[in-house]
């Protein structure tokens, strides 16, 4: 992850910070479709927030969100290897979202194991209370304010994708982070030279020498 070259370093850059976009916004939206076809049903049901809507709604769209960001930061900085803030923005911005999307996908696994244990369980909360649990997967039964129809498969369906699409996530995040301190020339990554050779680039563009011959004629 540490190899990276002033010729084919940015493209890369720049084509990891669109697949972070794209991804970024297709997990942002099955997360929005979830909350609005499921989890808002049972969001608070007798006061009590279920572990799906807080792993599937709250992380899995703030995740989406700071990967939209991490990516528009990465093709600004594919742009501006020279830039000093706009590099410490991508690492601090892709160091958090791989957190965040690790967590996130870690989640989103447990919540799908649980739902499948206890055959959707937590996903019927909203419905009526009876002795007997009720089954998402066949809640013929169920007295529910909201349509039980396909739920279970509906938000596996869902939630499946999140959880692979969060874990890309967070590869490419980590791979952004690793880039940044690649261009900072910090460990361990501080051994592919490459901000030595944008400062030696720097020092020879055209704008740099302008600049020196300015100065030098001001002090002659």
Same mark, same amino acid.
């Given at each position: 992850m540490c190899s990276f070259d002033k010729d084919t370093g940015p493209g890369r850059l720049m084509k990891k910070g669109?697949?972070?976009?794209?991804?970024?916004h297709i997990n942002f939206i099955l997360g929005a479709i979830v909350h609005g076809s499921v989890l808002r049903h049972i969001s608070?049901? +007798?006061q #009590?927030? +279920?572990t799906q809507y807080t792993v599937a709604n709250i992380i899995s769209v703030t995740s989406g969100l700071l990967s939209i960001a991490s990516g528009i930061i990465a093709i600004v900085v594919s742009r501006?290897? #020279?830039? $000093?803030?706009?590099?410490i923005g991508l690492m601090v911005a892709s160091f958090l979202n791989a957190l965040l999307s690790a967590a996130c996908s870690a989640g989103l696994l447990v919540a799908i194991g649980v739902t499948i244990a206890y055959n959707g369980s937590g996903l019927m909360m909203g419905c009526n209370d009876t002795v007997v649990p009720i089954n998402a997967r066949s809640p013929v039964s169920a007295q529910c304010p909201f349509d039980t129809t396909r739920i279970y498969d509906t938000t596996?369906?869902?939630?499946?994708?999140c959880a692979m699409l969060s874990a890309a996530? /967070? $590869?490419?995040s980590v791979w952004c982070f690793m880039v940044g301190? /690649?261009?900072?020339g910090i460990a361990p990554c501080g051994k592919s030279y490459i901000k030595e050779q944008l400062e030696e680039e720097a020092e020879n563009s055209p704008q740099t020498r302008r600049l020196m011959g300015k100065h030098l004629k001001a002090e002659a």
């Amino acid at each position: 992850m540490c190899s990276f070259d002033k010729d084919t370093g940015p493209g890369r850059l720049m084509k990891k910070g669109l697949v972070l976009i794209l991804v970024g916004h297709i997990n942002f939206i099955l997360g929005a479709i979830v909350h609005g076809s499921v989890l808002r049903h049972i969001s608070k049901p +007798s006061q #009590h927030i +279920s572990t799906q809507y807080t792993v599937a709604n709250i992380i899995s769209v703030t995740s989406g969100l700071l990967s939209i960001a991490s990516g528009i930061i990465a093709i600004v900085v594919s742009r501006n290897l #020279h830039k $000093f803030k706009l590099i410490i923005g991508l690492m601090v911005a892709s160091f958090l979202n791989a957190l965040l999307s690790a967590a996130c996908s870690a989640g989103l696994l447990v919540a799908i194991g649980v739902t499948i244990a206890y055959n959707g369980s937590g996903l019927m909360m909203g419905c009526n209370d009876t002795v007997v649990p009720i089954n998402a997967r066949s809640p013929v039964s169920a007295q529910c304010p909201f349509d039980t129809t396909r739920i279970y498969d509906t938000t596996l369906a869902l939630w499946i994708p999140c959880a692979m699409l969060s874990a890309a996530e /967070a $590869f490419l995040s980590v791979w952004c982070f690793m880039v940044g301190l /690649a261009l900072r020339g910090i460990a361990p990554c501080g051994k592919s030279y490459i901000k030595e050779q944008l400062e030696e680039e720097a020092e020879n563009s055209p704008q740099t020498r302008r600049l020196m011959g300015k100065h030098l004629k001001a002090e002659a």
